[in-house]
């Protein structure tokens, strides 16, 4: 069976969000940290070179894979900042239509800017999703 790519590292949070080159985006990766953090209760760490995480869990599926992975997190990428969270975004669908502008995935969120969105139901929609998982994986 194979094992994720990515793991956690000691690479520094705030230094890799200073990399980030679009002044907007760096703004609103610092803002995310903290909702976030707020959100999981949980620090901020670098998984891989571009993914910042919070809290972790492990999994195991009925196929017999099985790993560790964040509980939520983001990226600042090219075109958006993707938000991860990791329980899926259907038992969340009615904050959904309210968070504003917005793209998603199945278990992802995209957004361009975060004034673009309301940061209160997005802190709500974390904090559901990490219950969620913190109740199906618990430690």
Not at 106 to 111: S, T, V
């Amino acid at each position: 069976m194979s094992e994720n790519k990515t793991k956690p590292t000691n690479r520094g949070v705030k230094t890799f969000i200073k990399s980030v080159d679009d002044a907007q985006k760096r703004a609103d990766c610092e803002a995310l940290l903290d909702l976030m953090q707020e959100a999981t209760g949980e620090k901020p760490r670098m998984w891989g070179d571009s993914l910042i995480g919070f809290g972790d869990y492990h999994y195991k599926y009925d196929s017999g894979r099985e790993g560790d992975w964040f509980v939520a997190g983001f990226s600042p990428r090219k075109a958006n900042i993707s938000i991860y969270l990791m329980c899926g975004l259907d038992h969340v669908a009615e904050q959904l239509e309210r968070l504003g502008k917005h793209k998603r995935g199945k278990g992802c969120l995209y957004i361009k800017r975060l004034e673009d969105i309301d940061q209160k139901v997005l802190a709500s929609i974390i904090k559901k999703s990490a219950a969620y998982l913190k109740k199906r994986y618990p430690s």
